[in-house]
């Protein structure tokens, strides 16, 4: 039946919709009533019209669309015990389906509170500036062309073009740039940034659901109301279980012309807990997913997702972090490590760039003394200069640092740091991506599992080795263009696998299209979230690892449910067309074995609580 509420947040008597809770009281009086003798038959015809009026309407609705269904199947059982006087009967089967209904209800309800809870983290409001007024207003009222300031910290509400103020933003969710990017008037920006250093004031140009960001929680929305391939077969299952008690009733009454025996084998037979356990055993694992940090957008993908045996990586983006770290150090002749790295490290500790947060790290890790800079001055695109103990340094590029040498025989992914002491070259840190700390976790978790795993990259055969042995992936491709990463998934799905692939860049996206699943890194880009089926959107490769367990883990409710329904099916109309299973113990079976199946599925629904549910 149609959902009778939808909601986040309440309690349980604020779920339930209390006219249905109403109509189903009045039937259970009625039957009690009339049970005991104490009032005549209107009273039940009274409770039998009040009851079966959404019976009907939803029945009638199948009828026209000439399907069959739980409703049609309750409602030929309600009409039949009523014909040959089982009153009772019929008013007990109807309230067990009313109550069934409730059950099914708020399962469902607490399924979409656990998906709709998620989306709390994105910004609910944002300062816009009207002339010298700034306000505070909901996201959801900002329009193209406003001022939004968004101050250090903040996250970018907005797609939009800075307006006025400078500032670094890390945008590596969004565009999958691993470092942060320079923003002053006349920048491109993205929801979902992070602006670090200074205040700025963007102008909207796309907002809400239109945003960068918005688009990936449009298509979770969709994922609520997606039919995956498993539930098309609970529907045709369903249909076919109902056919089966029709028929079962018809030869029932060939062979003992027993109605009541007749009303009890189509009273026993239903489908009830296929079709409302199959759609909340996916609502559930999609909610489960999305509070370990993963969006999958549509059931179809949840249920593909459960079979997969390998999962290929990308390695920049992906099994990499994106957050630079300190990879190498050329000293000049004359100085040391220690003179290098303490100098540098002193020079950018007033700094809050990202590469400059990283040569402390570097340096406190070596035990390195710093001193506290006498002035500092940041240039945008340049670098930092510092007195440090009468010396002036200089950290930066090669426009500040005019005599760094062209090649210092680093990686290409690397990120250089020219060092000068007093107007003279001193030295270059090299700076790059390192490894996620979760990457070899969760690649061995994926082990556990049975699955295979193949990394993918366009880097050098050397750097790609290092990579693959240091998180424990046995088989790589390196070197490889986008076409070529496309033609490793067709040769990997001609041998009969079922891959999952996980990338993050543009030159990924074709791959992801192509692959029985695409995963996208919530860092990657756009293009690349969008040609993807499920979204890591924490970047947490454990929590692919978790996606998977829980896509595996609905699998099995569901065939259990299917297994389950159709043993209890069978086994209860052959009790009934013997005569041992009365109507109203046909209809106990009936429900309880639907309500059953619906707590089987429930158990997927994550503890609506704050913080992330681990499944």
Not at 366 to 384: K, L, Q, S, T
Not at 421 to 443: C, M, N, P, Q, V
Request: charged content about 20%; some cysteine.
């Amino acid at each position: 039946m149609t959902p009778l509420t939808t909601g986040s947040g309440r309690s349980l008597w604020a779920r339930v919709d209390r006219t249905y809770l109403l109509r189903t009281l009045v039937v259970a009086f009625c039957a009690a009533l009339t049970m005991s003798g104490l009032t005549s038959s209107w009273v039940a015809g009274l409770g039998l019209g009040i009851g079966c009026w959404p019976i009907l309407t939803e029945a009638w609705e199948d009828i026209r669309n000439l399907r069959m269904s739980m409703e049609l199947s309750m409602l030929i059982a309600i009409v039949a015990a009523a014909a040959i006087g089982e009153l009772v009967t019929s008013l007990v089967i109807t309230t067990f389906v009313l109550a069934a209904e409730i059950l099914e209800d708020l399962s469902m309800d607490r399924g979409r509170d656990a998906l709709t809870d998620l989306m709390s983290f994105l910004p609910d409001s944002v300062q816009v500036r009207d002339g010298d007024t700034v306000t505070t207003v909901p996201l959801d009222q900002v329009t193209p062309g406003q001022l939004v300031v968004v101050l250090p910290g903040g996250r970018i509400p907005v797609d939009g073009t800075v307006v006025t103020g400078r500032s670094t933003v890390d945008q590596s969710r969004i565009t999958g740039e691993s470092l942060p990017v320079e923003i002053d008037a006349g920048s491109e920006v993205h929801s979902g940034s992070i602006n670090q250093s200074g205040a700025v004031e963007i102008r909207a140009e796309s907002v809400g659901a239109e945003s960068s960001f918005g688009r990936i929680i449009e298509a979770v929305r969709k994922a609520q109301e997606s039919e995956p391939p498993v539930q098309r077969l609970a529907d045709r299952l369903a249909a076919w279980l109902v056919y089966l008690a029709i028929g079962g009733a018809a030869l029932t009454f060939l062979l003992t012309h027993d109605l009541t025996a007749t009303i009890s084998v189509v009273v026993v037979a239903g489908a009830c807990g296929i079709a409302a356990g199959t759609p909340l055993a996916v609502l559930a694992a999609i909610a489960r997913t999305a509070r370990s940090g993963a969006f999958v957008k549509d059931g179809a993908h949840l249920e593909m997702l459960s079979s997969v045996d390998t999962v290929v990586f990308d390695k920049t983006g992906t099994i990499t972090t994106g957050t630079p770290t300190v990879v190498g150090v050329h000293m000049a002749e004359g100085r040391s490590l220690p003179e290098l790295l303490g100098y540098a490290a002193s020079a950018e500790s007033w700094s809050e760039h990202p590469l400059g947060q990283a040569i402390l790290t570097r340096a406190r890790d070596e035990g390195i003394p710093m001193a506290h800079p006498e002035d500092f001055d940041y240039a945008p695109g340049r670098g930092v200069t510092a007195l440090v103990g009468g010396h002036r340094i200089a950290a930066g590029n090669r426009l500040l640092v005019p005599g760094a040498p062209d090649a210092l025989g680093e990686q290409e992914s690397a990120s250089a740091v020219h060092v000068s002491i007093d107007g003279a070259y001193a030295g270059t840190i090299l700076l790059a991506d390192e490894i996620r700390k979760t990457s070899r976790e969760a690649i061995a978790e994926l082990g556990r599992r049975g699955l295979r795993t193949l990394m993918i990259t366009g880097d050098g055969e050397a750097t790609a080795r290092t990579v693959a042995s240091e998180v424990g992936i046995g088989d790589f491709r390196a070197g490889l263009l986008p076409d070529e990463k496309l033609a490793v998934i067709d040769a990997e799905r001609s041998k009969g696998h079922r891959l999952a692939m996980v990338g993050d860049g543009v030159n990924d996206a074709p791959a992801l299209a192509r692959a029985d699943v695409g995963i996208a890194m919530g860092s990657g880009t756009e293009i690349a979230r969008e040609s993807a089926d499920v979204v890591l959107i924490s970047s947490d490769l454990n929590d692919l690892a978790r996606t998977i367990h829980v896509a595996r883990r609905a699998r099995r409710i569901v065939l259990f449910n299917f297994a389950g329904t159709v043993v209890i099916d069978c086994l209860g109309m052959v009790l009934a067309a013997l005569g041992l299973l009365g109507p109203v113990l046909a209809a106990l079976v009936h429900v309880g074995s639907e309500t059953a199946f619906i707590l089987n599925s429930a158990r997927l629904i994550p503890a609506l609580r704050n913080g992330r549910n681990r499944a």
